[in-house]
């Protein structure tokens, strides 16, 4: 039952070229949406979120939109840069923290130079 | 920056011991929290803990897993008896709320977790 769905697995991007990260959600109760950075041997850092009565959140070089009629969210980065190589996990969860996020498996971001 | 501290790094057990997984959560964190990831798969919730009970936990924490806050500053995963389907890197994490806001909850950096 994946409940988040990051389709690709990996994706390459040259260094200054935008780079967009895609997931699909099923379940309609999620109220956040968040995605996580992770390097190899590090915990999962959190990069941004949205809410559900959003469409759009900005923070620097990373913007995520939301439609949420096609159950769908994207984060994009722009530019991109070298560190920016990672493995990104969409990750979506009610409007109380407790109940736990569902992650999605994750798409490797791999930057050009 | 403050951080969730996870020991040891890697633990290798035998199949049906006793494993405990330590967590030094950030220190003014309320909510905590135990992630699992098995090699090439997703992150999986296991269980929230708040006000030193269980809030949520998933079908994965069964009878076999337990959580504990002993004192003031750590928070441990116990696995009672070990199965090799347990092998995975578990996250511990931690937030001030119970809300995601915009930061989100921090994690540590994970113990990975052998059974063999």
């Known amino acids: 039952d994946q409940q988040v769905k990051q389709n690709s697995p990996s994706l390459s991007v040259q260094e200054g070229r935008i780079s967009i990260l895609n997931c699909d959600y099923t379940?309609?109760?999620?109220?956040?949406f968040l995605w996580y950075k992770k390097y190899p041997a590090e915990g999962p850092t959190f990069l941004i979120s949205i809410s559900s009565i959003k469409d759009k959140n900005e923070d620097g070089r990373f913007t995520v939109f939301l439609n949420k009629s096609a159950k769908h969210l994207s984060l994009h980065i722009v530019p991109s840069q070298p560190g920016d190589s990672a493995v990104y996990f969409c990750?979506?969860?009610?409007?109380?923290?407790?109940?736990?996020?569902?992650f999605g498996k994750g798409t490797h971001l791999i930057i050009q130079p | 920056e403050p951080e969730v501290t996870q020991t040891p790094s890697h633990q290798v057990t035998q199949m049906g011991q006793e494993v405990i997984l330590h967590c030094v959560p950030i220190s003014n964190h309320l909510y905590f929290y135990w992630y699992r990831q098995i090699l090439g798969q997703k992150v999986e919730f296991l269980v929230s803990f708040y006000n030193n009970e269980i809030s949520e936990k998933s079908e994965i924490f069964d009878d076999q897993f337990s959580v504990e806050r002993p004192d003031g500053s750590n928070f441990t995963l116990k696995i009672r008896s070990t199965k090799l389907e347990d092998s995975a890197m578990y996250f511990c994490?931690?937030?001030?709320?119970?809300?995601?806001?915009?930061?989100?909850?921090?994690f540590g950096s994970g113990t990975r977790l052998t059974v063999v």
């Open positions: 990750a979506a969860g009610g409007a109380g923290g407790a109940d736990g996020l569902t």
């Open positions: 379940n309609s109760m999620f109220d956040y």
């Open positions: 994490a931690s937030a001030m709320v119970s809300s995601y806001s915009n930061y989100g909850y921090t």
